[in-house]
């Protein structure tokens, strides 16, 4: 902030956002977008950062490819116009899905088109360790249920239809995904004994990055991540261009937030106006931890409606327009006098290669917005709840109708983030956006009676 800096993140969707509070968001980027979010910093309490959600874990390469270029092309031109500098970071999923090299590599490619430094290395930093997200010995783990530690490629996100991998060493992932580009060798380290050894240790390292080359970190906790920080921001400060590709927890650091206590169900909802009794959860999320908390929230719910959208039926239907009226109807009667809960049928249904799978999960996003949309036209829920990275991201965007939205916080501790659009239909109106892969399997009944609490 004091040197009139601006961290702008590339959210490849809008889960990164549940580590940080009190940040702009944007669900689309032209420059006018751009100075909204730099006026807020520049006018409110708000750190000097602002989310950019892309989606682009939903899209085929081609337009991941665009986006990115898009993205940083505007926040360029609005950092010129404002007489501010801006920085960058490619926020992505802790569990290793998503475009990589792809996004770091155009990030690169236009900057050094605009005339601005090229980067010279991309610190792979996916450790979340609120979610149980760490890596260790360059080796990167997700806790499961009963605690044990289990390699991210031996997960069941490794299997992911259009972005799976095999590797858990971060070098050998830079090494899968990049297709040669980059060999396991050529990926420099920066272990826990780098990290600990304090800020000369880390820059001594980051020093050696040439050429957009990966950084694997090692990660265990949130110590670990304000060292990397603070390192991070000297080897700039002595001229490296370092671009992360992260997971959330790294962002809050790099703008050196503290994590934010759970918000309480008072906080939320004190400047909340008048809306319906009942709140929408959607889930569009199908790994195993959104279908067991799903199933928890039924079993301790029994006055919640409950409506199934079957994916084949949505697949092989041309006209949904009818359909998506009546259960919008259906709906917007329930919440008169409780919560109803919409969620997809739970057998994931694959197609014949990354793309067709991608498509797929495109179309039952589509279905769930546009229900969303026609919901909000009519009625305004207490609450809305979205299951799922894509979900969340295209219910904000065009289901809710938002451009420009603020972080309140999160709901959990260190997951879960809440939003409050500052535009379209749903202005105003609690938005969870709750990452498909975190939480125990009470953690969305948990988050449902938060928001259900003291209702009238």
Not at 270 to 295: C, F, K, N, W, Y
Not at 346 to 374: C, F, H, M, Q, W
Request: glycine content about 8%; hydrophobic content about 45%; charged content about 20%.
């Amino acid at each position: 902030r004091a040197n009139g800096s601006i961290l702008v993140v590339l959210d490849d969707d809008p889960t990164g956002t549940q580590a940080v509070h009190d940040v702009p968001v944007l669900t689309d980027w032209q420059v006018d977008d751009f100075q909204w979010a730099f006026a807020q910093i520049e006018n409110t309490d708000a750190p000097p950062a602002v989310f950019v959600e892309t989606n682009s874990r939903s899209l085929d390469p081609h337009s991941a490819r665009e986006i990115n270029a898009a993205v940083i092309t505007n926040a360029v031109a609005a950092a010129r116009q404002k007489g501010v500098s801006v920085s960058f970071a490619s926020r992505s999923d802790s569990t290793l899905r998503g475009h990589y090299p792809l996004e770091p590599d155009v990030i690169s490619e236009t900057l050094a088109k605009l005339g601005e430094p090229a980067v010279d290395g991309v610190l792979l930093v996916p450790a979340f360790p609120e979610a149980g997200r760490v890596t260790i010995a360059g080796i990167h783990s997700v806790r499961e249920a009963a605690g044990k530690l289990v390699p991210v490629g031996e997960s069941e996100f490794a299997k992911d239809a259009t972005f799976g991998y095999s590797s858990s060493r971060l070098a050998d992932y830079a090494a899968e995904k990049s297709a040669g580009q980059w060999r396991s060798h050529d990926v420099l380290a920066l272990d826990l004994n780098a990290i600990r050894s304090g800020t000369a240790e880390i820059v001594d390292v980051l020093r050696q990055a040439t050429g957009g080359a990966p950084i694997a970190v090692d990660v265990v906790n949130e110590d670990d991540l304000l060292a990397l920080a603070l390192g991070m921001l000297t080897a700039q400060a002595q001229g490296k261009t370092l671009l992360p590709r992260s997971g959330p927890s790294f962002i809050r650091a790099l703008i050196a937030q503290r994590q934010r206590p759970p918000l309480t169900a008072a906080e939320i909802f004190s400047h909340i106006g008048e809306s319906a009794p009942g709140g929408l959860i959607v889930v569009g999320s199908h790994v195993g931890v959104s279908t067991r908390q799903l199933a928890q929230l039924k079993a301790q719910s029994p006055s919640l409606v409950e409506i199934e959208i079957r994916v084949a039926n949505l697949l092989g239907d041309a006209d949904r327009g009818p359909a998506l009226a009546q259960i919008a109807s259906q709906i917007v009667q329930a919440l008169k006098t409780g919560n109803v809960v919409v969620y997809t049928s739970r057998d994931l249904v694959k197609g014949d290669n990354p793309a067709a799978s991608l498509d797929i999960a495109r179309k039952i996003s589509r279905e769930l917005y546009s229900i969303t949309a026609l919901v909000v036209d009519q009625t305004r829920p207490r609450f809305v709840i979205a299951k799922g990275g894509i979900t969340s991201s295209d219910l904000a965007r065009f289901g809710m109708r938002m451009r420009r939205a603020v972080v309140r916080g999160c709901l959990l501790p260190g997951i879960v983030s809440l939003w409050q659009g500052q535009d379209g239909p749903g202005a105003g109106i609690p938005y969870v956006v709750f990452a498909g892969n975190v939480g125990d399997d009470f953690a969305l009944s948990n988050v449902v009676n938060l928001l259900s609490a003291n209702r009238s």
